[in-house]
């Protein structure tokens, strides 16, 4: 019988426009290009992950979930593992943008919606994001588009670091300069852009905006976007100990974990499904059966398989770590 164990993979950069440096020294890396995204967790073949701990260090995460189905992918909503996971640092604002759900992304693009929710490592000190806008109608959206007034239509909000932002699919939004954050969505890399604040690229030519799928998607109705903001509920609270449920969706659970000192047993989230840790603040250890671990560093991204009933964050110096399951 094989021994399965918590699984550490290597980040995947992505070159964007708007990327920075800032993160480049969590994940050792050393391009001079700016770097947007690093894809900490994926199985889209866009960018996919690789084991870099233990006997199966080499293996994608397709492999693992190919080979060890009922091990670490359990019951998935997805053929393939429907969670991806990333750092995203904007050194400049994102092009304003909207993601289908999974009914018109599988109809038009092959692949499926994205429903993410972002939690907020840092920002300035007046931070705030785009989300949501003031279109009445299609038609409205349309001639903003045509006359370049999209800008005039957009709401924002404000964020400061620590805070969640639930971005449902069919949500206008877009992260603003100087905003970092770890983004948990749907396993899909379908993104439309609608507004890119009059950018051009070295050659003077804009970047390609999608206005007729994204006014297929962009739901027209106040009500809806103001019924998506979240409020954390409290899982558990010691002098040492912040346990904290920040999102729950029909594709995930977000949740935030903060340790002072000492150590916290945890039990799978959903069991029969793995958990997936990322390290957001601080460094300690991850034990389990038999006095098994690991160490934890900001920026680390494991999979815990689902043969783990039960397992420990330990720190001495303090940390912080996002789970999340599905």
Same mark, same amino acid.
């Given at each position: 019988?094989?021994?399965?164990?918590?699984? %550490?993979?290597? $980040?995947?950069?992505?070159?964007?426009?708007?990327?920075?440096? +800032?993160?480049?020294?969590?994940?050792?890396?050393?391009?001079?290009?700016?770097?947007?995204?690093?894809?900490?967790?994926?199985?889209?073949?866009?960018?996919?992950?690789?084991?870099?701990?233990?006997?199966?260090?080499? %293996?994608?995460?397709?492999?693992?979930?190919?080979?060890?189905?009922?091990?670490?992918?359990?019951?998935?909503?997805?053929?393939?593992?429907?969670?991806?996971?990333?750092?995203?640092?904007?050194?400049?604002?994102?092009?304003?943008?909207?993601?289908?759900?999974?009914?018109?992304? +599988?109809?038009?693009?092959?692949?499926?919606?994205?429903?993410?929710?972002?939690?907020?490592?840092?920002?300035?000190?007046?931070?705030?994001?785009?989300?949501?806008?003031?279109?009445?109608? %299609?038609?409205?959206?349309?001639?903003?588009?045509?006359?370049?007034?999209?800008?005039?239509?957009?709401?924002?909000?404000?964020?400061?670091?620590?805070?969640?932002?639930?971005?449902?699919? +069919?949500?206008?939004?877009?992260?603003?300069?100087?905003?970092?954050?770890?983004?948990?969505?749907?396993?899909?890399?379908?993104?439309?852009?609608?507004?890119?604040?009059?950018?051009?690229?070295?050659?003077?030519? $804009?970047?390609?905006?999608?206005?007729? %799928?994204?006014?297929?998607?962009?739901?027209?109705?106040?009500?809806?976007?103001?019924?998506?903001?979240?409020?954390?509920?409290?899982?558990?609270?010691?002098?040492?100990?912040?346990?904290?449920?920040?999102?729950?969706?029909?594709?995930?659970?977000?949740?935030? =974990?903060?340790?002072?000192? +000492?150590?916290?047993?945890?039990?799978?989230?959903?069991?029969?499904? $793995?958990?997936?840790? =990322?390290?957001?603040?601080?460094?300690? =250890?991850?034990?389990?059966?038999?006095?098994?671990?690991?160490?934890?560093?900001?920026?680390?991204?494991?999979?815990? $398989?689902?043969?783990?009933?039960?397992?420990?964050?330990?720190?001495?110096?303090?940390?912080?770590? =996002?789970?999340?399951?599905?």
């Amino acid at each position: 019988m094989e021994k399965f164990y918590p699984v %550490k993979f290597a $980040p995947v950069p992505m070159e964007r426009i708007w990327g920075g440096h +800032q993160l480049k020294p969590w994940f050792k890396e050393e391009r001079e290009a700016p770097v947007g995204e690093y894809w900490v967790l994926s199985g889209h073949p866009n960018g996919t992950s690789i084991v870099m701990n233990g006997e199966l260090v080499g %293996k994608s995460l397709i492999e693992l979930c190919t080979e060890y189905p009922e091990v670490y992918l359990g019951k998935s909503p997805q053929p393939r593992f429907p969670l991806l996971i990333k750092f995203l640092e904007a050194n400049a604002d994102l092009s304003v943008q909207i993601h289908p759900n999974d009914e018109y992304a +599988q109809a038009y693009e092959n692949d499926f919606g994205k429903t993410e929710a972002w939690y907020v490592l840092d920002c300035l000190e007046e931070g705030k994001v785009n989300y949501g806008h003031n279109f009445a109608s %299609k038609e409205e959206y349309l001639a903003a588009v045509s006359e370049k007034r999209v800008k005039d239509y957009l709401r924002f909000r404000s964020i400061k670091p620590g805070d969640v932002v639930f971005v449902p699919a +069919q949500t206008l939004h877009a992260l603003l300069a100087g905003t970092t954050v770890i983004e948990v969505q749907q396993t899909s890399d379908v993104t439309y852009r609608v507004y890119d604040w009059d950018r051009v690229d070295p050659n003077g030519s $804009p970047r390609e905006l999608h206005v007729g %799928k994204a006014a297929d998607v962009l739901i027209f109705d106040n009500d809806h976007q103001d019924s998506t903001l979240v409020e954390p509920t409290l899982v558990c609270k010691t002098d040492v100990l912040e346990h904290k449920q920040l999102v729950t969706c029909p594709y995930f659970v977000m949740e935030s =974990i903060a340790i002072r000192a +000492q150590a916290y047993t945890l039990s799978p989230g959903n069991h029969g499904n $793995p958990d997936v840790l =990322i390290v957001a603040e601080g460094s300690g =250890i991850l034990q389990w059966t038999d006095g098994e671990s690991i160490s934890l560093q900001r920026g680390d991204t494991l999979l815990i $398989p689902t043969t783990l009933n039960e397992y420990e964050l330990k720190t001495e110096n303090g940390m912080k770590v =996002i789970r999340t399951y599905y």
